[in-house]
């Protein structure tokens, strides 16, 4: 099996050059399959992963526009179409000027399983654009978005393709994608998830991603008999994940001592409370600002740069019980790893897609803490877009405590499945294994039963 798994790796390596965040999230899927591909010689023989490794799609175009000094601006568009073998592409697009082939399809790699755990019926995709939305004004928003949609528009569908937010990408954002999309097809439909609330979008869709990885460390707390009251908490980012995976730690007696964005961080030892919240929320999503502004606007809160030339990132060297990394891919080393792991953190669910490099979360499994990865700790997020979907094709919506109970239920439900999964495979309580094979089984099954198509 090992010799498998190497030229498995080594062709993927060869067909996808200079993609390493691709290579990672394959080589971590595969890691964990090995245990269920001895067992089950016919998904091997049907070259299930080999197929499920390869995008159905990809499309990859010119997005064209103007700034406000009317300079013409070029950047490039994608949108990795992965796998529909149980339902439309569903997954979000990313606004950021690292944006890559490779990132995307690490992302939209991920997203297959992450769908597949959370028992609704969606594929996966992602996509996204290499434009940098910091410093620019509503109108170059607006016509970057247009610009984007005037392509992406041919290639999704509400039984298609239906794209989100991610990093770069908000309500704002939809709206301007969702505004051309209507104009584009004359059509009004669920083909976005995330939209405003008067035109089709679903309560709780903006909590939900925060909501449910919150839900999951609880979930993984009570394997324990532990509960997060009174459990401080490092949070990183400080976009939609982070803030309202604060909220729902407030909520449930927990204490969020840290935010951070690209520049630096903030420790606030008094933590973090719905107040201090409220002015987060205003500073990042209406002014657009750095958190920074946090330390200088409350007393007792140290701002810490984020430097280049440190071996670690400070977020990760503070004392706490938890941490939900809600920024970006790789913000967790595994000299990070150890950190928390020295400074006590015993739970890390995590909020952003693959925060943690392989060796990272290696460090994790070793120390036998309660680590629950991204694709099943942030899965609360495309869970929600799907009850969006559902709310969308009945023309029905639902209340904020149907779709909050909703969410709570399949976020049980995948915890469920990783636990179940791991035991079935012999290695208990190890998540990144139940993730990754709990999710796999399902499309593995989808496909066979389809044919080679
Ligand atoms: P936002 O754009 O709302 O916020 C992103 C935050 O992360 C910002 O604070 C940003 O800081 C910081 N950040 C982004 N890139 C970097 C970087 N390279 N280094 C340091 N900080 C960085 O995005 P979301 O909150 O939506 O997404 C956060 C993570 O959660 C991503 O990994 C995303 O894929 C994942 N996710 C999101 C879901 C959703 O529903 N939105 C669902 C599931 C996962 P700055 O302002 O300086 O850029
Ligand atoms: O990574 C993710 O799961 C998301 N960005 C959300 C995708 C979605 O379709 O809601």
């Given at each position: 099996?090992?010799?498998?798994?190497?030229?498995?790796?080594?062709?993927?390596?060869?067909?996808?050059?200079?993609?390493?965040?691709?290579?990672?999230?394959?080589?971590?899927?595969?890691?964990?399959?090995t245990?269920?591909?001895?067992r089950?010689?016919?998904?091997?023989?049907?070259?299930i992963?080999?197929?499920?490794?390869?995008?159905?799609r990809?499309?990859?175009?010119?997005?064209?526009?103007m700034?406000?000094?009317?300079?013409?601006?070029?950047?490039r568009?994608?949108?990795?179409?992965m796998?529909?073998?149980i339902?439309?592409?569903?997954g979000?697009?990313?606004?950021?000027?690292?944006?890559?082939?490779?990132i995307?399809k690490?992302?939209?790699?991920?997203?297959?399983f992450?769908?597949?755990?959370?028992?609704l019926?969606?594929?996966?995709?992602?996509?996204?654009?290499?434009?940098?939305?910091?410093?620019?004004?509503?109108?170059?928003?607006?016509?970057?978005c247009q610009?984007?949609?005037?392509?992406?528009?041919?290639?999704?569908?509400?039984?298609?393709?239906?794209?989100?937010?991610?990093?770069?990408?908000?309500?704002r954002?939809i709206?301007?994608?969702?505004?051309?999309?209507?104009?584009?097809r004359?059509?009004?439909?669920?083909v976005?998830?995330?939209?405003?609330?008067?035109?089709?979008g679903?309560?709780?869709?903006p909590?939900?991603?925060?909501?449910g990885?919150?839900?999951?460390a609880?979930?993984?707390?009570?394997?324990?008999n532990?509960?997060?009251?009174?459990?401080?908490?490092?949070?990183?980012?400080?976009?939609?994940?982070?803030?309202?995976?604060?909220?729902?730690?407030?909520?449930?007696?927990?204490?969020?001592?840290?935010?951070?964005?690209?520049?630096?961080?903030?420790?606030?030892?008094?933590?973090?409370?719905a107040?201090?919240?409220?002015?987060?929320m205003?500073?990042?999503?209406?002014?657009?600002?750095?958190?920074?502004?946090?330390?200088?606007?409350?007393k007792?809160?140290?701002?810490?740069?984020?430097t280049?030339?440190?071996?670690h990132?400070p977020?990760?060297n503070?004392?706490?019980?938890c941490?939900f990394?809600?920024?970006?891919?790789?913000?967790?080393?595994?000299k990070?790893a150890?950190?928390?792991?020295?400074?006590?953190?015993?739970?890390?669910?995590?909020?952003?897609?693959?925060?943690?490099?392989?060796?990272g979360?290696?460090v994790?499994l070793d120390?036998?803490i309660?680590?629950?990865?991204?694709?099943?700790?942030n899965?609360?997020?495309?869970a929600?877009?799907?009850?969006?979907?559902?709310?969308?094709?009945?023309?029905m919506?639902?209340?904020?405590?149907?779709?909050?109970?909703?969410?709570?239920?399949?976020?049980?439900s995948?915890?469920?499945?990783?636990v179940?999964?791991?035991?079935?495979?012999?290695?208990?309580?190890n998540?990144?294994?139940?993730?990754?094979?709990g999710?796999f089984?399902?499309?593995?099954?989808?496909?066979?039963?389809?044919?080679?198509?």
């Amino acid at each position: 099996m090992s010799s498998y798994v190497k030229d498995f790796m080594d062709e993927i390596k060869a067909k996808n050059p200079a993609q390493p965040e691709f290579h990672q999230a394959v080589q971590e899927v595969v890691n964990s399959l090995t245990l269920v591909l001895e067992r089950h010689p016919e998904y091997r023989k049907a070259k299930i992963l080999e197929r499920i490794a390869e995008a159905e799609r990809v499309i990859m175009f010119r997005v064209s526009w103007m700034d406000d000094a009317g300079e013409i601006r070029v950047n490039r568009g994608y949108r990795i179409q992965m796998n529909s073998a149980i339902g439309p592409y569903k997954g979000g697009l990313r606004f950021h000027p690292t944006v890559n082939l490779g990132i995307l399809k690490f992302l939209a790699f991920e997203q297959v399983f992450k769908n597949a755990l959370t028992t609704l019926p969606m594929g996966g995709g992602k996509g996204g654009c290499d434009f940098d939305p910091k410093g620019k004004s509503d109108n170059e928003v607006m016509r970057l978005c247009q610009s984007f949609m005037s392509e992406l528009f041919r290639h999704i569908g509400p039984d298609t393709d239906v794209p989100a937010g991610d990093i770069g990408v908000g309500g704002r954002e939809i709206g301007f994608l969702f505004g051309q999309y209507r104009k584009l097809r004359n059509e009004v439909t669920g083909v976005l998830t995330g939209k405003g609330l008067d035109w089709g979008g679903s309560l709780i869709r903006p909590e939900a991603t925060g909501y449910g990885a919150v839900y999951f460390a609880a979930e993984m707390l009570g394997t324990r008999n532990q509960t997060l009251e009174g459990k401080s908490c490092l949070v990183s980012g400080s976009g939609n994940v982070a803030q309202y995976t604060i909220e729902k730690i407030n909520q449930l007696g927990g204490k969020a001592v840290t935010l951070s964005d690209s520049n630096g961080l903030i420790y606030d030892p008094a933590g973090i409370d719905a107040k201090k919240l409220d002015f987060v929320m205003d500073l990042k999503n209406i002014r657009r600002g750095r958190i920074k502004e946090y330390a200088d606007k409350f007393k007792g809160v140290t701002y810490t740069p984020l430097t280049l030339n440190l071996d670690h990132n400070p977020i990760w060297n503070i004392k706490a019980d938890c941490a939900f990394p809600s920024a970006t891919q790789n913000e967790i080393t595994a000299k990070d790893a150890k950190n928390l792991v020295n400074n006590g953190v015993s739970v890390v669910a995590e909020g952003a897609n693959m925060p943690t490099t392989q060796e990272g979360v290696d460090v994790f499994l070793d120390a036998r803490i309660m680590y629950a990865p991204g694709k099943a700790a942030n899965a609360g997020g495309v869970a929600t877009s799907g009850l969006e979907m559902s709310q969308n094709s009945t023309r029905m919506s639902w209340t904020r405590e149907e779709v909050d109970g909703r969410l709570h239920q399949i976020m049980k439900s995948i915890h469920r499945t990783c636990v179940d999964a791991a035991a079935a495979y012999g290695t208990p309580g190890n998540y990144v294994n139940g993730a990754n094979i709990g999710g796999f089984l399902k499309v593995a099954r989808a496909m066979l039963e389809q044919g080679l198509v």
